[in-house]
């Protein structure tokens, strides 16, 4: 960020800071913090180098996505290296660096305005007086966009990421921004705390999927918070591969009646591999509705938890909400905890949670066998099948081939060393 900040940024980055450096850190006991490894939350190994020069023309060339994105920006450790768009002139879509000096109120309006509610608030305040850039996007009212919004988000380094994805969605609008989290190398520890503000309005429709593919000695935090007005139409998917521990805190917060939030998730960890996932879906007002499928498949000594509540408050009559997670054993080692909840406070309403964890049964490892497929591909084959109830969920087809493709590139990777 330079000097030619807003001074209302520059305001909450030193209250961030303050905040910080006073809010407790998680400790053992905290109900939201249940089941954690505290161990990653050490972050004094971080050494925050600097970078190593990077050869940016071939990591351009190596940010690869959809075949024919709208729009496609790739950022290097927070800044901007590359950038194209064929979006129309009355869509913001920016740096956010460059948005907070250009659409100042616009970007005060809406950024961070949630109580971060999951556990992270202390990690939340560390992003916010941390924060150097990430991507800004408003699509006017009535402007529907049609593909994809690509983002990639590179980690080079000995050091600590705070990509933040602020996207604001006017009346009857549309869009789909896909965000992908990468390091650079395969061998380099590193820190990535990222959060995204999705603001949608009336009767607007946004997806927003996130790719989490770092290397697998780099931790993350990634914060999302969503808010809906009235009808409008929330879906966000989150693909975990990568990283050596990864904490997810996704809150949706349905504000106008008819709104509804579409939340899922793919997590594929192996060996030591960690993912802690904490989810709330928020019912404010009435007749809304929301669905939450997460679907894990856990390989070697990897482990997952999923603390989801579905919170109905006074006011929100005629809820529909629903709430699945799904994990599929692949080893005797690996350990899978989940807590779903519900808390009602509201009439007439319909709501339902529930987890499972089960493992390949031998019925099916041999009926494909019989087929000519060896036992490990047979297991890999219904692995995959598992995850792609999720995946068609997305309901676009380059997005969901290329959720696959990360997906295949894990499944590869496992078959190579087993979990």
């Keep these: 960020m330079t000097a030619t900040l807003p001074a209302w940024f520059k305001a909450r980055q030193q209250s961030a800071l303050q905040r910080y450096e006073t809010t407790t850190t998680p400790k053992r006991g905290d109900e939201q913090w249940r089941f954690s490894n505290f161990k990653q939350l050490d972050f004094a190994n971080v050494s925050n180098k600097p970078a190593p020069e990077v050869d940016v023309a071939g990591l351009?060339?190596?940010?690869?996505?959809?075949?024919?994105?709208?729009?496609?920006f790739v950022f290097l450790n927070d800044s901007p290296v590359f950038s194209e768009s064929s979006l129309p002139t009355d869509v913001i879509c920016l740096p956010l660096a460059e948005a907070l000096a250009s659409h100042s109120d616009l970007?005060?309006?809406?950024?961070?305005?949630?109580?971060?509610?999951?556990?992270?608030?202390?990690?939340?305040?560390?992003?916010?007086?941390?924060?150097?850039?990430?991507?800004?996007?408003?699509i006017p009212d009535g402007m529907e966009i049609e593909g994809s919004i690509e983002v990639h988000h590179w980690l080079s380094g000995e050091t600590t990421i705070f990509p933040h994805t602020l996207v604001v969605t006017g009346r009857n609008a549309k869009v789909r921004i896909i965000d992908c989290f990468r390091s650079v190398d395969e061998t380099t520890p590193g820190l990535a705390i990222a959060f995204n503000d999705l603001?949608?309005?009336?009767?607007?429709?946004?997806?927003?999927?996130?790719?989490?593919?770092?290397?697998?000695?780099?931790?993350?935090?990634?914060?999302?918070?969503?808010?809906?007005?009235?009808?409008?139409?929330?879906?966000?998917?989150?693909?975990?591969?990568?990283?050596?521990?990864?904490?997810?805190?996704?809150?949706?917060?349905?504000?106008?009646?008819?709104?509804?939030?579409?939340?899922?998730?793919?997590?594929?960890?192996?060996?030591?591999?960690?993912y802690d996932q904490r989810t709330l879906q928020h019912h404010v007002s009435e007749g809304t509705y929301s669905d939450l499928l997460y679907k894990n498949t856990l390989y070697g000594h990897?482990?997952?938890?999923?603390?989801?509540?579905?919170?109905?408050?006074?006011?929100?009559?005629?809820?529909?909400?629903?709430?699945?997670?799904?994990?599929?054993?692949?080893?005797?080692?690996?350990?899978?905890?989940?807590?779903?909840?519900l808390e009602i406070n509201a009439d007439q309403v319909k709501c339902s949670h529930g987890s499972t964890s089960s493992q390949i049964s031998d019925e099916e490892i041999f009926y494909l066998c019989t087929r000519g497929i060896d036992p490990t591909r047979a297991r890999q084959l219904i692995a995959r099948g598992f995850s792609v109830e999720a995946v068609e969920r997305l309901a676009d087809e380059p997005t969901e081939k290329l959720v696959l493709k990360f997906i295949d590139e894990k499944f590869s990777a496992i078959g190579v060393s087993e979990g």
């Excluded at 351009?60 to 496609?72: C, D, F, N, Q």
């Excluded at 999951?118 to 850039?133: F, I, P, T």
């Excluded at 927003?208 to 009235?230: F, G, K």
């Excluded at 879906?235 to 809150?251: P, Q, V």
Aim: aromatic share 6%; hydrophobic share 35%; glycine share 6%.
């Design 60 to 72: 351009v060339s190596r940010s690869t996505g959809l075949e024919t994105p709208v729009a496609k």
């Design 107 to 138: 970007v005060a309006q809406h950024f961070m305005r949630q109580e971060t509610r999951l556990g992270s608030a202390k990690y939340a305040a560390l992003h916010e007086a941390s924060l150097k850039n990430g991507l800004f996007v408003h």
């Design 199 to 274: 603001c949608l309005g009336e009767n607007s429709q946004l997806d927003y999927i996130a790719i989490q593919a770092l290397n697998e000695v780099t931790r993350m935090i990634q914060i999302n918070e969503t808010s809906t007005d009235r009808d409008a139409r929330a879906k966000g998917f989150i693909l975990n591969t990568g990283a050596s521990w990864a904490r997810n805190e996704s809150l949706s917060r349905l504000d106008g009646p008819g709104s509804r939030s579409d939340m899922l998730s793919v997590s594929i960890p192996a060996r030591e591999q960690e």
């Design 302 to 341: 990897s482990r997952t938890i999923f603390s989801g509540l579905i919170f109905v408050g006074e006011k929100a009559h005629h809820t529909d909400a629903y709430q699945t997670c799904r994990n599929l054993l692949m080893t005797d080692d690996c350990e899978a905890n989940s807590m779903p909840g």
